[in-house]
């Protein structure tokens, strides 16, 4: 027998939440972390940005690193909650991960996120799991450390692989007395993300868990958007749904909920304890949605 509930039931089709999860689900939403892209448009995500905000910064396969440590370090002065990208394919060898590590220190970084990455080509770590290991040798002055998840799988990597690499970072994370989480790669299909949630949990995941889901964003910009910032995996699932696709491009813009109410009971059963937007840096839209949901 599953140690968790169902998803939500449903009246007619409709979702329908407990109290207790509504009011789960609203908590999570007034505490999102909002994330955002080295791209143009950055600069007036930056200006809609809520005062004081979470925000991830992505590093991008054209940029690199010392672009979202630009970018961080701006947020960072303006008084933001900045949580950095550190993606490990981009990382050139050891001597790098001891820079970024005090970079991070010096900064005054208390979160980091560690990515495998999409670089074609990698300096000195082939993924995530190598690098963490030196980056919690390194003097790096971070309290907590955030890793991914793939419910809806991974384009490269078996399920086995990504289960293997998962508890390795949590037991890495627990050995080193630091906090964590896991962060998911985005996914539509709220039966998918219920079902690897309560799999991973029964099967002895203990990470906090952040729900990475699609903000308020124009759903053809959604869809091409994804493709060419490197998550077109994520969008797996659409590209097998028709009628999924046919749900999301209904009306203008994507609205968070429609994963988020059918996914409530599981999120509050299934330890999720954040949401982390993927805005591709329409942030106004995003945050008006937010504050809406109060």
Known sequence: M??????????GGTPVESA???????????????????MKSLADAALALPAGAQVSVTCSPNKGIGETQRITESLVAEGFNAIPHLS???VRDRAHTRELAMWCRSLGISTAFVVGGDARESGAYRGAVEFLGDLLEADHGLGTIGVTAYPDGHAFLSDQQMHAALRAKQQMLADAGLGGYCSTQMCFDPGTIATWLRSERE???TLPVHLGLAGVVDKAKLLTLGVRLG????LS???KNRSAVTKLLAGPAYDPNELLI????DLQACG???????????VAATDTWRRSQG
Do not use: C, W
């Not at 599953?2 to 009246?11: A, G, M, N, V, W």
């Not at 207790?20 to 007034?30: D, F, K, M, S, Y």
């Not at 954040?274 to 840096?281: I, K, P, Q, R």
């Open 203 to 205: 099967k002895g995941l």
């Open 2 to 11: 599953s140690l968790f509930k169902r998803s939500s039931e449903t009246i």
């Open 272 to 282: 999720v304890t954040g949401l982390h937007v993927f805005t591709f840096n329409q």
């Open 231 to 234: 998550i077109g995996q994520s």
């Open 20 to 38: 207790e999860a509504a009011r789960h689900r609203r908590h999570l939403i007034e505490e999102l972390t909002f994330e955002v892209v080295p």
């Open 88 to 90: 490990a394919r981009m």
């Open 237 to 239: 699932y659409l590209r």
């Open 262 to 265: 059918p996914l409530s009971d």
